[in-house]
């Protein structure tokens, strides 16, 4: 669906060393996600996770130093991508 | 609706006051500080148990704040929270709701989707994807 107001972007970041995909980072990505109207999705080890879903993000059972990828579409797309992007080395 | 004052809360109701206190630690933790988590847990006495005046009170009073999504544990706790609810007026009963969903998994989801200033309904709709969302 490509609309002139609609974007997709894609991007990749590597969690830092140690720093898991746990509840408290997961609350952290999800409440960044939320904060766009871009539908955000965030894969890792092969399983693609809807990023405003708590739920969906702790079943990705990403671990400290993973790589994600980094989805979105909508007509914010590339500021939420480039949001996660700069959220996620911080994790802590 | 939750336009009257702050952030949509939870109302944790569970037969184990232990049980609900940990969960509301676990959830405010990931939830931070700006969602109300409350419990209504375990009997008047403090046993194992349910306490029906307990959960009424939590309901009016997350009522008259931002309103709040009631997690249960099972069986009698669910009983509780509807009689409750048959208490309220409703003005209240637009501003409580109760989620059919597992109690961890439903009040995780709930308590982040609150923390992103989500309505009452989405709030109750996060609590339910508990239900569909795989575990592993």
Known sequence: MSSPSSELAERSVRLPEGVALHARPAGMLVRAAAAFAAEVHVSANGRRANAKSILDVLALGAEGGTELRIDASGEDAAAAAEHLVLLVPELA | ?136
């Open chain 2, 1 to 136: 609706m939750s336009d009257r004052n702050g952030h949509v809360g939870l109302i944790l109701v569970s037969h184990s006051a232990k049980l609900a206190e940990g969960l509301a630690d676990l959830l405010s933790q990931v939830a931070g500080p700006t969602v109300p988590i409350v419990t209504a847990a375990g009997a008047v006495d403090g046993s194992l148990g349910t306490n029906g005046g307990a959960v009424l009170e939590a309901m009016q009073r997350a009522a008259a704040d931002g309103g709040a999504v009631v997690l249960v544990d099972l069986g009698s706790s669910i009983l509780a929270v509807r009689a409750a609810l048959a208490e309220l007026s409703d003005e209240e009963l637009a501003r409580v709701a109760l989620a059919d969903a597992p109690l961890v998994e439903g009040g995780m989801s709930a308590a982040v989707a609150a923390s992103t200033g989500c309505t009452l309904e989405e709030a109750v709709r996060a609590a339910e994807e508990a239900r569909v969302v795989a575990k592993l």
